[in-house]
């Protein structure tokens, strides 16, 4: 029988923890007993979040944070170990769509500016939550790859698309150099999740959302809370043998 708190003891730091996947999968690690860091860049909301948390009976920690900063994100992993005496597991979920337009008409610093939010985020993140898992003896990092990470997507968006893959490769790379730490590193390919993000993006178009539906074959888009399960479960015993690997949740998308 699967135990009802199965991360009990664990501590989990998730960034983009104020809404969407971030709020969702930091509300079901503090439900299975996980003390959750909860970092982003809007406090106000990160409290909204600590506090629904901390009602229901879990516990949370806010800590404003740029995850294209790396002076935050150290900061975020020390909150972590300074007030629950280390680190366990990591969602790096942060992230945003990028500057839309086709590849020839991209302005060198836009593609930058896309990359450092999309790939170099993940990059500063795992820089100091892997010492901080060393420290511990060993843990998980679960990245959110989005399933344009293992696949194209010809609709102007092609610095979010070679990020994404970036964090499939970064992914990859990590689980072999630190396997033998006992530290697991998995990437989550997730396709269209009902998320604020998603609602502002199809707001002004109602047919943007019919559209969106289709390109799945289930014929719906994910809720923030199956995509939450997901980083559940990979932070879990009882993908103790996953690593290096792609997840991919994504209705069907990239069968087609």
């Known amino acids: 029988m699967r135990p009802r708190h199965r991360l009990h003891g664990k501590v989990a730091l998730v960034t983009g923890a104020s ?3 971030g709020e969702a999968s930091a509300k079901a690690l503090a439900a299975q007993g996980a003390a959750v ?3 982003a ?3 106000a909301d990160l409290e909204r ?4 948390i901390t009602d229901a009976g879990g516990t949370a920690l806010c800590v404003r944070a740029d995850v294209t900063v790396d002076e935050d994100m150290a900061a975020a992993v020390r909150a972590g170990e300074e007030h629950f005496g280390g680190l ?3 969602f790096n979920n942060a992230g945003s769509l990028g500057t839309p337009g086709l590849l020839a008409e991209q302005k060198p610093e836009a593609w930058a500016e896309d ?3 999309v790939l170099t985020s993940v990059f500063l993140s795992m820089r100091h939550e892997i010492p901080a898992l060393q420290r511990r003896g060993g843990g998980v990092i679960v990245n ?3 399933q344009l990470g293992v696949v194209g997507f010809g609709a102007g968006i092609s610095s979010y698309v070679a990020g994404k893959h970036g964090v499939v490769g970064l992914t990859k790379a990590a689980a072999l ?3 033998r730490q006992n530290i697991r590193v998995n990437a989550l390919a997730l396709a269209s999740v009902d998320t604020p993000m998603y609602r502002a993006t199809v707001a002004d178009s109602p047919g943007t959302a019919h559209r969106f539906n289709g390109l799945h074959p289930l014929g719906r888009i994910a809720t923030a809370e199956e995509a939450a399960s997901a980083v559940v479960y990979l932070a879990g015993d009882e993908a103790g043998f996953f690593t290096g690997s792609v997840l991919v949740m994504d209705g069907g998308w990239t069968a087609q």
């Open 41 to 43: 860049r809007r406090p």
């Open 115 to 117: 990359l450092g939010r």
């Open 49 to 52: 979040v600590a506090g629904q």
């Open 19 to 21: 809404s969407g996947i």
């Open 37 to 39: 860091v909860l970092a």
């Open 177 to 179: 150099e630190y396997a």
């Open 88 to 90: 366990d597991i990591a």
């Open 144 to 146: 959110n790859a989005s």
